[in-house]
């Protein structure tokens, strides 16, 4: 694999992982509170319909021109990567909720013990699962297709995503809890950094402009857009303790 | 009719979330990328240059606007 391919690898591999934390929360959540059986068919369900929609949109991305695919693939993987990234840094400098499993796990427990409970198949959680897994899931088909698309490397970008979930529905078997031990808002902001230095990186490309050095140009971007997130933490009066990014910055 | 709304308005919380402003800066940085591409002038630095202002606005804003009360997590 060259540095971009591992980059494309670890990018998918810690947005999935992050995601389907979030996604077995809910899960945990309502099977362990009303039916397993109902909880499962939700998540088997989302996970065809995700399936379907990488099937369906990766073969249609990769055929389009380069040129073309880098541009509009690099710039929405560029806002979204913002997105990301500006909720990182302020969840690092207190101005957002940190994403805590344990009590998101509580919470919607809580709501599927109130919620009325039908004899037989559970709708309730059927639904909650399927879409807890749909939600979370499309923003992994939407990192796997861009990352993969750009460098038509699909497949390589589905595997990252399938061993994230595979570890992640393995710790949640092994804990039966909610992985709250997972260093979630780091990997955020990780993912932040990762998604926006690969737009920025591709948009330019795509746009007709050459990086100065080609692909080793992304051993500098990924760094300087990280040290400017880093900054940023710095930057903004906090209303908090300081949280794990920022330490890590320290 | 609604389905199709429902599909636009999902795929806009998606990608762009409630920073619009981001979106639009980016869009116009690629356009500036592309139009200078087609000149003599080296146009690489743009995008690193307009990411670090859009993201500097962007925490701005947030920070003026909600630091007295944390957003809830997403």
Not at chain 1, 42 to 63: E, F, H, M, S
Not at chain 1, 82 to 107: M, N, P, S, T, Y
Not at chain 1, 163 to 186: D, I, K, S
Not at chain 1, 194 to 201: D, I, V
Request: glycine fraction near 10%.
């Amino acid at each position: 694999m060259n540095g971009p391919e591992i980059g494309l690898a670890v990018s998918v591999f810690l947005a999935c992982t992050v995601e389907a934390v979030e996604a077995l929360t809910i899960v945990l959540a309502v099977g362990t509170t009303r039916s397993w059986s109902s909880a499962m068919s939700g998540v088997g369900a989302a996970a065809v319909a995700l399936a379907a929609i990488v099937a369906a949109l990766g073969p249609a991305l990769t055929a389009l021109p380069i040129d073309l695919l880098r541009v509009l693939v690099g710039g929405l993987l560029l806002i979204f990567g913002l997105q990301w990234l500006r909720k990182a840094i302020l969840r690092a400098a207190g101005l957002k909720a940190k994403h805590d499993e344990q009590q998101i796990f509580e919470e919607e427990r809580r709501a599927a013990a109130a919620a009325g409970k039908a004899a037989g198949f559970d709708g309730y959680t059927f639904t909650i699962a399927f879409k807890g897994v749909l939600l979370e899931g499309l923003e992994l088909a939407f990192i796997v297709l861009t990352f993969g698309a750009n460098q038509h490397r699909v497949a390589l970008a589905a595997a990252a995503a399938g061993l994230a979930v595979l570890l992640v529905v393995l710790g949640g078997v092994a804990a039966r809890a909610p992985l709250a031990r997972v260093p979630e808002n780091t990997m955020k902001f990780a993912v932040g950094v990762m998604l926006s230095s690969f737009g920025m990186f591709w948009g330019t490309e795509g746009a007709g402009a050459g990086w100065p050095g080609g692909d080793a140009a992304l051993l500098v971007i990924v760094p300087l857009v990280l040290a400017a997130a880093i900054a940023l933490v710095r930057a903004v009066p906090r209303t908090d303790t300081p949280s794990e990014t920022a330490r890590i910055g320290a | 009719m609604r389905h199709l709304e429902a599909f636009l308005a999902g795929a806009w919380e998606l990608v762009v979330g409630d920073d619009w402003r981001s979106a639009v800066g980016v869009v116009l940085a690629l356009a500036l990328t592309a139009v200078l591409a087609t000149t003599s002038i080296a146009a690489w630095w743009v995008m690193p240059v307009a990411v670090a202002l859009l993201l500097c606005i962007s925490i701005r804003r947030a920070a003026r606007d909600g630091s007295h009360a944390p957003e809830p997590p997403s």
